[in-house]
């Protein structure tokens, strides 16, 4: 009976000592919008619990406090609006960050937008802002690819995911198959052919 009840003072000691982590969460405005040069993908960002600090605490260098979006392909970074245009870095990074769990897991050959507080204030819990990125490609992505939002936990390491994200399709470039390139190919013979007994 004392064993029972101590583990059950244990387990609500436990349960209520929680670890310290900021979540910084990504998600598209709306659909992408055709522009001039490609497809705009605005996203809002949102912090929910903890804070980000400007110095990172114990023996960690500043920045490092950052959102990951996986596989996002070949882009260009528009502008920021909100605390993100002031106090974050951006980047595009092609490498496979396979320290944080996704799935499917992060391809290394497909750039990855990184956004890293640089900022010299502490920040609270609130809407960062919105970013916007242009990319080639117009589809959205239906293979579940997770935005590897990263977050501060109490020991100052940053790890995992937070959700689910929609990017672009990057597979959704258009390939001609070899049918079409044998039926293109024809229609230049035969073209070529009306055009030389004209010419005749």
Same mark, same amino acid.
């Given at each position: 009976?004392?064993? $029972?009840?101590?583990?059950?003072?244990?387990? +609500?000691? +436990?349960?209520? +000592? @929680? +670890?310290?982590?900021?979540?910084?969460? &990504? *998600?598209? &405005?709306?659909?992408?919008?055709?522009?001039?040069?490609?497809?705009?993908? &605005?996203?809002?960002?949102?912090?929910?619990?903890?804070?980000?600090?400007? &110095?990172?605490?114990g023996s960690k260098p500043t920045p490092y406090q950052f959102g990951t979006v996986y596989d996002f392909g070949p882009a260009t970074?528009?502008?920021?609006?909100?605390?993100?245009?002031?106090? !974050?870095? !951006?980047? !595009?990074?092609?490498?496979? $960050?396979?320290?944080?769990? $996704? *799935? %499917?897991?992060?391809?290394?050959?497909?750039?990855?937008?990184?956004?890293?507080?640089?900022?010299?204030?502490?920040?609270? *819990?609130?809407?960062?802002? =919105?970013?916007?990125?242009?990319? %080639?490609?117009?589809?959205?992505?239906?293979?579940?690819?997770?935005?590897?939002?990263?977050?501060?936990?109490?020991?100052? #390491?940053? =790890?995992?995911?937070?959700?689910?994200?929609?990017?672009?399709?990057?597979? #959704?470039?258009? $390939?001609?198959?070899? #049918? @079409?390139?044998?039926?293109?190919?024809?229609?230049?013979?035969?073209?070529?052919?009306?055009?030389?007994?004209?010419?005749?």
């Amino acid at each position: 009976m004392r064993r $029972t009840l101590g583990l059950a003072i244990c387990a +609500v000691f +436990v349960s209520t +000592v @929680s +670890v310290a982590r900021a979540d910084i969460v &990504t *998600a598209l &405005t709306a659909a992408p919008v055709q522009v001039a040069g490609g497809f705009s993908y &605005t996203y809002d960002v949102e912090l929910t619990g903890g804070e980000l600090d400007a &110095t990172g605490g114990g023996s960690k260098p500043t920045p490092y406090q950052f959102g990951t979006v996986y596989d996002f392909g070949p882009a260009t970074f528009v502008g920021a609006t909100g605390l993100l245009a002031s106090s !974050f870095a !951006f980047s !595009f990074l092609s490498t496979n $960050t396979s320290a944080y769990l $996704t *799935a %499917p897991p992060d391809d290394g050959t497909i750039a990855n937008i990184r956004f890293t507080y640089d900022g010299t204030v502490v920040v609270p *819990a609130q809407d960062l802002g =919105q970013f916007t990125v242009l990319s %080639p490609y117009g589809l959205l992505n239906t293979g579940g690819y997770y935005d590897g939002q990263s977050y501060k936990v109490s020991n100052d #390491s940053v =790890q995992g995911n937070v959700g689910l994200l929609s990017i672009p399709d990057t597979s #959704s470039a258009v $390939t001609p198959e070899p #049918s @079409s390139l044998v039926l293109l190919g024809t229609g230049i013979l035969g073209v070529a052919g009306v055009l030389r007994r004209r010419l005749a």
